[in-house]
C-alpha cells in the first residue's frame, strides 16, 4: 500500500514502513539479551523465520516474549508461576539451540518444560543455601554474636574488659526495672513518640 507524504510529497509505502520499524525494534532488544543474544536469535530462527523480510513482525514478537521472560525472570506454565534466573534461561536455550528439529517450532511450550526443571533446581539449591546460611547465623549467636574477646586486638579487649563474657546477665529488681521504664518512656516523649 503506496501513500504520498504530506510534508515532503515522497511516495512511501507503508509495508516498508512497518517493516523498518519492526527490524529497528529487533536491533534495538538485543541489548536487553546482553551475552545471550546469539542464544535467543538461534532459538527465534527454529520458528520458521526465512525469508526475514516477510517475517519481520514474528521475529518482533518472539523477541518481545523473550524480553519479557528476561526482564521478569519468571514464567507461567499450566497456571503455575516459575521463578528462573537468567543463566537458568541461557542454559535452557542452549539446550534447545543444539538439538535437531524436523519442523519449526510453533510456541515456547518445550523451552518452558525444560526450563521447569532448572527452576525447580535452582529453587533446591537456593532452599539449600539459605538453610545453610540460617544455621550459620544461628551458630554465631550461640557462641556470642561473633565477637569472641580473643579474637578482638588490644585496644578492642580493653574496651570490653567490663564484659565478663561467662558471667550471667544481671538481676534486677522491680523497682530498678519501674525505673529503666521511665527512662525510657521519658526519651520516647523527649524524641517525639
Not at 4 to 23: A, V
Not at 28 to 53: C, D, N, S
Not at 117 to 140: C, D, N, P, Y
Amino acid at each position: 500500500m503506496k501513500f504520498r507524504c504530506p510534508y515532503c510529497s515522497k511516495e512511501c509505502d507503508y509495508l516498508e514502513i512497518r517493516l523498518e520499524g519492526d527490524l529497528l525494534t529487533i536491533i534495538k532488544m538485543q541489548v536487553v539479551f546482553g551475552k545471550h543474544a546469539h542464544l535467543v536469535w538461534t532459538y527465534t530462527e527454529l520458528f520458521g523465520i526465512r525469508p526475514m523480510r516477510s517475517r519481520a513482525k514474528k521475529i518482533r514478537v518472539l523477541q518481545e516474549e523473550m524480553k519479557s521472560l528476561f526482564q521478569a525472570e519468571a514464567f507461567t506454565y499450566n497456571r503455575r508461576t516459575y521463578r528462573i534466573s537468567t543463566q537458568g534461561i541461557a542454559e535452557a536455550l542452549n539446550i534447545i539451540v543444539h538439538r535437531h528439529f524436523d519442523d519449526p517450532l510453533e510456541n515456547h511450550n518445550y523451552l518452558k518444560k525444560i526450563m521447569i526443571t532448572i527452576a525447580e533446581r535452582e529453587a533446591r539449591e537456593a532452599g539449600r543455601s539459605a538453610e545453610q546460611g540460617l544455621k550459620k547465623r544461628e551458630e554465631i549467636q550461640r557462641t556470642g554474636g561473633g565477637r569472641k574477646k580473643e579474637n578482638l586486638s588490644v585496644e578492642g579487649q580493653e574496651r570490653l574488659s567490663f564484659i565478663s563474657w561467662d558471667m550471667p546477665s544481671a538481676v534486677l529488681t522491680d523497682e530498678q526495672i519501674e525505673e529503666n521504664k521511665r527512662r525510657v518512656k521519658g526519651l520516647l516523649l523527649s524524641l517525639g513518640g
